[in-house]
């Protein structure tokens, strides 16, 4: 079995997003950079993330392995912060309707779920014979007692090429 091809650079920056709190107050920097002049603090922090680049060719391959997102070049993270990933699949390129998928950190690899790919895969584009195209956003959020930093990638395409159904 092969997996969803997918490489991806994730470009990094503040957001202000709904699940954290308060953006607008100025804080310390959670990775020890003190501005003189907090109201004009700015956070850029860069970080790659790469899926292996396979696609599904193997004519016996009726499901999706999980791929694997190499998280050795993002930075390292003070004791009270932490990473938190979502993957969401759509399969148009509007996101606004896309599944998410939940993401583990093993180390300095995050990992989704080869039954979690497939049956969304399947639930998003059903069980169609020919090759689709399945579109993916990985969010990475920094989460500290103060602020909540997103890292996130473009949204991605991936095609997938099932096997043939049975005649």
């Not at 922090?45 to 599904?56: E, H, L, N, T």
């Not at 759509?90 to 599944?99: F, G, K, P, R, W």
């Amino acid at each position: 079995m092969k997996n969803i091809s997918i490489l991806s650079t994730l470009l990094a920056g503040m957001v202000a997003m709904s699940a954290c709190t308060d953006y607008n107050t100025p804080v310390a920097d959670p990775f020890g950079y003190e501005p003189e002049d907090p109201a004009q603090a700015t956070i850029s922090i860069k970080a790659q993330a790469y899926a292996q680049p396979v696609v599904i060719t193997d004519a016996s391959a009726d499901s999706i392995e999980a791929f694997t997102i190499d998280l050795s070049a993002t930075p390292e993270l003070p004791s009270n912060a932490s990473f938190e990933y979502t993957l969401a699949m759509s399969a148009t390129e509007d996101m606004n309707n896309a599944v998410t998928i939940p993401v583990t950190i093993e180390g300095n690899t995050a990992k989704i779920a080869t039954a979690d790919l497939d049956a969304t895969v399947k639930s998003l584009c059903g069980s169609k014979a020919q090759a689709y195209t399945v579109y993916s956003k990985l969010t990475a959020v920094i989460r500290t007692s103060e602020r909540c930093i997103e890292l996130y990638s473009n949204t991605l395409a991936a095609t997938v090429t099932p096997k043939a159904l049975p005649i």
